[in-house]
């Protein structure tokens, strides 16, 4: 429905990133064209995340918090932190800055 919404035909690569992440609010103004690696860079947190904190893991032998991000197939580390926070914090920076108005904060 979000793609006739939009206007794309049959066999267009373009896709449709729904802003808030909710597949089923159709609104206009919750939709956007994107490429394909634009809309996974929007991505949602994992529902097998053990932290809740997109990007961030805790690191038991080290007893620090690490983060990553994924940027065109490749994990970067962001550093280590000694609390959730510090690591979610420097995750947030790091999608702003690759992925703009696509990062998703989780």
Known sequence: M??????LQPGDRTQVDHID???LNNCRSNMRLCTQKENKQNIRLKSSSQTRIKGVYYDA??????????????KIHLGRFKTSDEARNAYADAARKYFGEFANLG
Do not use: S
Request: with cysteine; glycine share 8%; net charge positive.
């Open 61 to 74: 032998a080290r007893d620090r918090w690490q983060a990553y991000i994924c940027v065109d197939a490749k």
């Open 2 to 7: 979000h793609r006739q919404i939009m206007g």
């Open 21 to 23: 992440g909710n597949t």
